[in-house]
């Protein structure tokens, strides 16, 4: 079996608007929320087991 693998040659070099648009603006602070509230979520899972334990 074979696996053919292409890299364009241009990866990584392409250019990037200093500005995002609003789409992007949003994904990113949709991101962050769910990493914040993912992480929040967690802190209270830990002071939960931590209060059962004491």
């Known amino acids: ?3 053919r693998l292409s890299v364009r040659s241009n990866f990584g ?3 990037q608007d200093a500005e995002h648009s609003g789409s992007d ?3 990113r602070n949709a991101w962050l929320a769910l990493f914040a509230g993912s992480f929040l979520f967690w802190v209270l899972v ?3 087991v ?3 334990w004491n």
């Open 13 to 15: 070099h392409e250019s």
């Open 46 to 48: 830990v002071t939960m």
């Open 50 to 52: 931590w209060n059962l």
């Open 25 to 27: 603006n949003l994904k």
């Open 1 to 3: 079996m074979a696996t």
